[in-house]
């Protein structure tokens, strides 16, 4: 099935040809659905900490940080806003000329409220000879939003969101890879340092650099730290094969094969190069201006102080099992931490011999941890906290995509539909063991994972694969923690409207 020229094709992006049969073979077998115990709520796998103990967890954090641990602020921000624009391009290929739709209407209505109205008019000017009034005025509404999406003008239907005017501020509009910098300084330095580190696409790698180089060192200024910030592109070798509907080889009219990239579970490959004790991870598009930040700041300070104050008594434990000196009332102590804290049951676990007990604490204790922030359901697309039955049987913590759920499974389409809470993907994460040594992140990548979607390429139908979600099944074996956090901390930007919305105004 595959010719030599495929084979060298495959050995370029560093892919085996084992691998490559895996993935034809997955095409084939599909993943299983996860099999689910509950939906998470609070009291039942989501903590929801009270004022006091907030303030105890941020003191956690604030010490943590003294003793100048390394922390990294992780941006995944290599999507392309396009989808953002999806209604203003169907407006610019509509057959009518003036806004039609809602959409359309609010666009235009408050067209002068957006941080990027400055450039567009500017852009406007120079490509039109008129500024946005005198378009709208003779009724030219198309030659707006080309100058918005095309080349010509911003190219925004081509950039990346991490690089669009966002926010607007007296001394200028920011984007959000700006926001994410200030962040860094706000919760995330040590050492007088912030580290971010951003996920890129090769294309645009250069511009994500020029802007850094404009404006990282009045930030730096302004919060009195330094900064080290780098980049990282996707890598080549966590691309996926694309599959006919029956399952053989999607090739291009070349007769190439047609690679994928693996979605965003494959940047554990390169969140496991971050050299760091601890690494934030959040979207690139979840961000607010300085006046709203208070709460982020407060609630990325807390669920740290959960992390690290977990990891310090899990350390402990570790400690005393390596020590052999402990008694039965110490396993069962580490019992109750690992049920009860870390949310990891195992029905069993009564039945284990002495010996066998501590193979699995020290198991269970020694791996990677993260404490996702999670907001109550309000309706917004994609997954959700649950305890789910894991390959060994135990019951833990996961984050969720309804593609993993049995949609033909009432109990369980029941547990997702009136689920209480939702993911955001607002994570802190531990990722070096009790003796100081990174964990091969790797390694806790649950492979049954992945799923499978319909795409096409040039109007032909193809199968496409995803890699395990990275905080889905890629962090599927971690110690995983749920802490309920305010919806003010929570804004993503879907469409280009909700840059509208009073929180990003």
Known sequence: MLSQEDLKQIA???ITEEQITNQLNEFKTGFPFLKLEAAASIGHGIVAPDEEERKKLVNAWNEYKAAGRRIVKFVPASGAA???FKDMFAFLSADYEVPTTDFEKHYFNNLKKFAFYEALNAACLKNEGKDIDALIAAGNYKAVVA???EAKGLNYGQLPKGL????NYAEGARTPMEEHLVEGALYAASNSEANVHFTV???HMELFKQKVAEKADGFAEKYGIKYDITFSEQKPSTDTIAANSDNTPFRNEDGSLLFRPGGHGALIENLNEIAADVIFVKNIDNVVPDRLKADTVEWKQVIAGVLVTLQQRAFDYLRLLDSGVYNHEQLEEIIRFVQNDLCCRKADIKHLEDADLVIYLKQKLNRPMR???VVKNVGEPGGGPFLT???DGTVSLQILESSQIDKSNQEYMEMFTKGTHFNPVDLVCAVKDYQGNAFNLPDYVDKTTGFISSKSKNGRELRALELPGLW???????NTVFVEVPLSTFNPVKTVNDLLREQHQ
Do not use: D, I
């Open 147 to 149: 100058n918005m999406l």
């Open 201 to 203: 696409s090769h294309e």
């Open 12 to 14: 370029q992006k560093g």
């Open 389 to 391: 039955y894991n390959q």
């Open 82 to 84: 396009s989808r953002m």
């Open 472 to 478: 889905n099944g890629a962090m599927s074996n971690w």
């Open 371 to 373: 404490v996702c922030g």
């Open 164 to 167: 669009l005017l966002f926010h």
